[in-house]
Protein backbone atom coordinates (compact mmCIF):
# COMPACT_ATOMS: atom_id res chain seq x y z
CA UNK A 1 0.00 0.00 0.00
CA UNK A 2 1.32 3.50 -1.08
CA UNK A 3 2.22 5.89 1.82
CA UNK A 4 2.90 9.37 0.92
CA UNK A 5 4.73 12.51 2.14
CA UNK A 6 3.93 15.78 -0.36
CA UNK A 7 7.25 18.42 -0.64
CA UNK A 8 5.03 21.11 0.82
CA UNK A 9 6.19 25.18 -0.29
CA UNK A 10 3.10 26.90 1.38
CA UNK A 11 1.80 27.42 -1.65
CA UNK A 12 -0.65 26.95 -4.10
CA UNK A 13 0.64 24.13 -6.54
CA UNK A 14 1.98 21.96 -3.66
CA UNK A 15 -2.23 22.91 -2.22
CA UNK A 16 -3.41 21.64 -5.46
CA UNK A 17 -1.42 18.82 -5.53
CA UNK A 18 -2.47 17.96 -2.15
CA UNK A 19 -6.54 18.52 -2.74
CA UNK A 20 -6.85 16.41 -6.07
CA UNK A 21 -4.83 13.30 -3.94
CA UNK A 22 -7.49 14.22 -1.17
CA UNK A 23 -10.14 13.85 -3.80
CA UNK A 24 -8.67 11.05 -5.97
CA UNK A 25 -8.73 9.28 -1.87
CA UNK A 26 -5.16 8.72 -1.99
CA UNK A 27 -4.42 10.82 1.27
CA UNK A 28 -0.71 12.25 2.36
CA UNK A 29 -0.02 11.17 5.33
CA UNK A 30 3.10 13.80 6.31
CA UNK A 31 4.18 17.25 4.85
CA UNK A 32 7.96 18.09 4.13
CA UNK A 33 9.16 21.52 4.11
CA UNK A 34 12.66 22.68 3.85
CA UNK A 35 13.87 25.80 6.10
CA UNK A 36 16.35 28.33 6.24
CA UNK A 37 18.50 27.66 9.29
CA UNK A 38 19.58 31.19 9.69
CA UNK A 39 15.90 32.91 8.90
CA UNK A 40 14.08 30.31 10.32
CA UNK A 41 12.00 30.78 6.67
CA UNK A 42 10.86 28.45 4.27
CA UNK A 43 13.26 28.06 1.12
CA UNK A 44 12.10 30.22 -1.68
CA UNK A 45 9.14 31.65 -0.51
CA UNK A 46 10.09 33.47 2.63
CA UNK A 47 7.09 32.63 4.89
CA UNK A 48 8.12 32.21 8.50
CA UNK A 49 7.96 28.82 10.48
CA UNK A 50 5.32 30.08 12.53
CA UNK A 51 2.75 30.55 9.14
CA UNK A 52 4.11 27.16 8.28
CA UNK A 53 2.92 25.47 11.29
CA UNK A 54 0.06 27.44 11.70
CA UNK A 55 -1.11 26.50 8.08
CA UNK A 56 0.21 22.92 8.71
CA UNK A 57 -1.70 22.49 11.76
CA UNK A 58 -5.22 24.03 9.72
CA UNK A 59 -4.80 21.27 7.35
CA UNK A 60 -4.39 18.79 9.63
CA UNK A 61 -1.64 16.91 8.31
CA UNK A 62 1.69 15.93 10.44
CA UNK A 63 4.70 18.36 9.29
CA UNK A 64 8.29 17.70 9.15
CA UNK A 65 10.62 20.48 8.70
CA UNK A 66 14.74 19.99 7.11
CA UNK A 67 16.66 23.20 8.63
CA UNK A 68 19.55 24.25 5.71
CA UNK A 69 22.11 26.71 5.85
CA UNK A 70 21.17 29.27 3.71
CA UNK A 71 23.99 28.60 1.61
CA UNK A 72 24.18 24.95 1.37
CA UNK A 73 25.69 23.29 -1.21
CA UNK A 74 24.12 20.81 -3.73
CA UNK A 75 26.01 17.98 -2.60
CA UNK A 76 25.05 18.55 1.06
CA UNK A 77 21.52 18.97 0.09
CA UNK A 78 21.34 16.01 -2.03
CA UNK A 79 22.71 14.29 1.41
CA UNK A 80 20.73 15.59 3.55
CA UNK A 81 17.47 15.33 1.62
CA UNK A 82 19.12 11.46 1.14
CA UNK A 83 19.15 11.30 4.48
CA UNK A 84 15.35 12.19 5.19
CA UNK A 85 14.32 10.19 2.53
CA UNK A 86 15.92 7.20 4.17
CA UNK A 87 14.16 8.12 7.37
CA UNK A 88 10.47 8.36 5.50
CA UNK A 89 10.98 5.37 3.99
CA UNK A 90 11.98 2.85 7.68
CA UNK A 91 8.46 4.88 8.35
CA UNK A 92 7.01 3.14 5.74
CA UNK A 93 6.70 5.50 3.38
CA UNK A 94 6.84 4.88 -0.45
CA UNK A 95 5.76 7.79 -2.36
CA UNK A 96 7.44 11.22 -2.51
CA UNK A 97 4.87 14.36 -3.70
CA UNK A 98 5.62 16.84 -5.91
CA UNK A 99 3.88 19.87 -7.40
CA UNK A 100 5.42 20.46 -10.59
CA UNK A 101 4.01 21.08 -13.89
CA UNK A 102 6.15 20.71 -16.69
CA UNK A 103 9.99 21.75 -15.84
CA UNK A 104 10.72 18.13 -17.36
CA UNK A 105 14.97 18.76 -15.54
CA UNK A 106 13.69 19.37 -12.41
CA UNK A 107 11.62 16.45 -12.52
CA UNK A 108 13.96 13.95 -13.52
CA UNK A 109 16.37 15.28 -10.97
CA UNK A 110 13.77 14.57 -8.25
CA UNK A 111 13.28 10.81 -10.20
CA UNK A 112 17.26 10.35 -9.77
CA UNK A 113 17.17 11.29 -6.44
CA UNK A 114 14.30 9.54 -4.95
CA UNK A 115 16.09 6.11 -6.99
CA UNK A 116 18.28 5.90 -4.87
CA UNK A 117 16.66 5.19 -1.78
CA UNK A 118 13.96 3.10 -3.67
CA UNK A 119 11.21 5.87 -3.23
CA UNK A 120 8.87 6.56 -6.23
CA UNK A 121 7.94 10.08 -7.17
CA UNK A 122 4.33 11.58 -7.96
CA UNK A 123 3.16 15.29 -10.00
CA UNK A 124 -0.03 14.97 -9.74
CA UNK A 125 -0.65 18.63 -11.77
CA UNK A 126 2.09 17.41 -14.50
CA UNK A 127 1.22 18.74 -17.83
CA UNK A 128 -1.64 20.27 -16.93
CA UNK A 129 -2.75 23.63 -18.58
CA UNK A 130 -1.45 26.38 -16.05
CA UNK A 131 -4.94 28.43 -16.99
CA UNK A 132 -7.01 25.36 -16.18
CA UNK A 133 -5.00 25.06 -12.56
CA UNK A 134 -5.63 28.42 -11.15
CA UNK A 135 -9.05 28.33 -12.39
CA UNK A 136 -9.34 25.22 -10.75
CA UNK A 137 -7.76 26.59 -7.64
CA UNK A 138 -10.46 29.62 -7.30
CA UNK A 139 -13.04 27.56 -8.34
CA UNK A 140 -12.18 25.23 -5.28
CA UNK A 141 -12.37 28.69 -3.16
CA UNK A 142 -8.87 28.11 -1.92
CA UNK A 143 -7.16 31.67 -0.75
CA UNK A 144 -3.41 32.97 -1.55
CA UNK A 145 -1.31 35.77 -1.28
CA UNK A 146 1.56 36.28 -3.09
CA UNK A 147 4.77 36.73 -0.64
CA UNK A 148 7.87 36.69 -2.92
CA UNK A 149 8.19 38.43 -6.55
CA UNK A 150 11.17 38.15 -9.06
CA UNK A 151 11.95 41.43 -9.16
CA UNK A 152 13.43 41.19 -12.93
CA UNK A 153 9.72 40.01 -14.04
CA UNK A 154 7.24 41.32 -12.04
CA UNK A 155 6.80 44.77 -10.04
CA UNK A 156 7.07 45.04 -6.18
CA UNK A 157 3.90 45.90 -6.11
CA UNK A 158 2.75 42.43 -6.80
CA UNK A 159 4.10 41.48 -3.30
CA UNK A 160 1.94 41.19 -0.57
CA UNK A 161 -1.42 41.07 -3.57
CA UNK A 162 -4.30 38.78 -2.91
CA UNK A 163 -3.95 36.35 -5.72
CA UNK A 164 -7.15 36.79 -7.85
CA UNK A 165 -7.89 36.14 -11.78
CA UNK A 166 -7.82 39.89 -11.88
CA UNK A 167 -4.21 40.14 -10.62
CA UNK A 168 -3.31 37.15 -12.55
CA UNK A 169 -4.68 38.72 -16.04
CA UNK A 170 -2.58 42.21 -15.59
CA UNK A 171 1.03 39.98 -15.30
CA UNK A 172 3.58 41.49 -17.77
CA UNK A 173 3.80 39.07 -21.63
CA UNK A 174 6.58 36.34 -20.95
CA UNK A 175 5.58 35.69 -17.10
CA UNK A 176 4.18 31.80 -16.82
CA UNK A 177 0.95 32.78 -14.67
CA UNK A 178 1.27 29.74 -12.15
CA UNK A 179 5.09 30.96 -11.49
CA UNK A 180 6.72 27.58 -12.62
CA UNK A 181 9.63 29.43 -13.53
CA UNK A 182 10.06 31.20 -9.81
CA UNK A 183 7.78 34.46 -11.13
CA UNK A 184 5.96 34.57 -7.92
CA UNK A 185 5.75 32.30 -4.72
CA UNK A 186 2.28 32.11 -2.80
CA UNK A 187 0.69 31.50 0.63
CA UNK A 188 -2.52 29.50 1.07
CA UNK A 189 -4.37 30.42 3.91
CA UNK A 190 -7.80 29.15 3.32
CA UNK A 191 -9.78 26.43 1.32
CA UNK A 192 -12.23 23.57 1.73
CA UNK A 193 -8.80 21.56 3.06
CA UNK A 194 -8.43 24.42 5.52
CA UNK A 195 -10.27 23.00 9.25
CA UNK A 196 -9.90 27.31 9.94
CA UNK A 197 -8.63 30.04 7.98
CA UNK A 198 -4.52 31.12 8.75
CA UNK A 199 -5.17 34.60 9.81
CA UNK A 200 -2.10 36.79 9.07
CA UNK A 201 -1.23 40.65 9.23
CA UNK A 202 0.69 41.70 6.07
CA UNK A 203 4.26 43.28 6.79
CA UNK A 204 6.93 44.91 5.48
CA UNK A 205 8.20 43.94 1.93
CA UNK A 206 12.14 43.73 1.70
CA UNK A 207 14.55 43.39 -1.78
CA UNK A 208 16.87 40.56 -1.41
CA UNK A 209 19.72 39.75 -4.18
CA UNK A 210 20.67 36.53 -4.98
CA UNK A 211 24.33 36.16 -6.82
CA UNK A 212 25.94 32.94 -8.81
CA UNK A 213 28.54 31.30 -6.35
CA UNK A 214 32.06 31.40 -7.24
CA UNK A 215 33.12 27.91 -5.55
CA UNK A 216 30.74 24.90 -6.72
CA UNK A 217 30.93 23.30 -3.59
CA UNK A 218 29.95 26.53 -1.57
CA UNK A 219 26.50 28.60 -1.28
CA UNK A 220 23.15 27.84 -3.45
CA UNK A 221 24.64 25.57 -6.17
CA UNK A 222 20.96 25.33 -7.40
CA UNK A 223 21.31 28.76 -9.02
CA UNK A 224 24.28 28.25 -11.19
CA UNK A 225 25.89 24.36 -10.24
CA UNK A 226 24.47 22.32 -13.48
CA UNK A 227 26.20 25.39 -15.56
CA UNK A 228 30.43 25.05 -16.30
CA UNK A 229 30.86 28.54 -17.30
CA UNK A 230 31.39 32.18 -15.22
CA UNK A 231 27.92 33.57 -14.86
CA UNK A 232 27.73 37.10 -14.14
CA UNK A 233 24.24 38.34 -13.41
CA UNK A 234 21.99 38.51 -9.88
CA UNK A 235 18.61 37.54 -9.79
CA UNK A 236 16.97 39.88 -6.98
CA UNK A 237 13.58 39.05 -5.46
CA UNK A 238 11.19 41.14 -3.47
CA UNK A 239 9.65 39.45 -0.33
CA UNK A 240 6.34 40.20 2.03
CA UNK A 241 7.10 39.35 5.80
CA UNK A 242 3.35 37.67 6.64
CA UNK A 243 3.10 37.79 10.30
CA UNK A 244 0.69 35.54 12.75
CA UNK A 245 -1.51 37.51 14.31
Known sequence: MEKRYLNWSTGKDACLALHKLNTANKPV????????????????????????????????????????????SLETY???MQ?????????????????????????????????KVSLTADFPLWNTAPKALLTEFFRLGYKAVIVAVNASVLDKSYCGKELTPELIDSF???????????????????GPMFKTPVDFII?????HAY???????????????????????????????LQLK
Not at 93 to 112: K, N, P, Q, S
Not at 203 to 207: I, S
Request: glycine letters at 8%; proline letters at 2%.
Open 78 to 80: NKK
Open 83 to 115: EYAEKLKSEGFTTAVFGDIFLEDLRAYRETQLQ
Open 29 to 72: EKLLTTLNAETKRVSMHGVSVDLLRAQAKALGIPLEEIALSGEV
Open 203 to 207: GETVK
Open 211 to 241: KPVKNKNEGDCFKNCFKEEELTWDTSFWFTN
Open 172 to 190: PDGVDICGENGEYHTFVYD
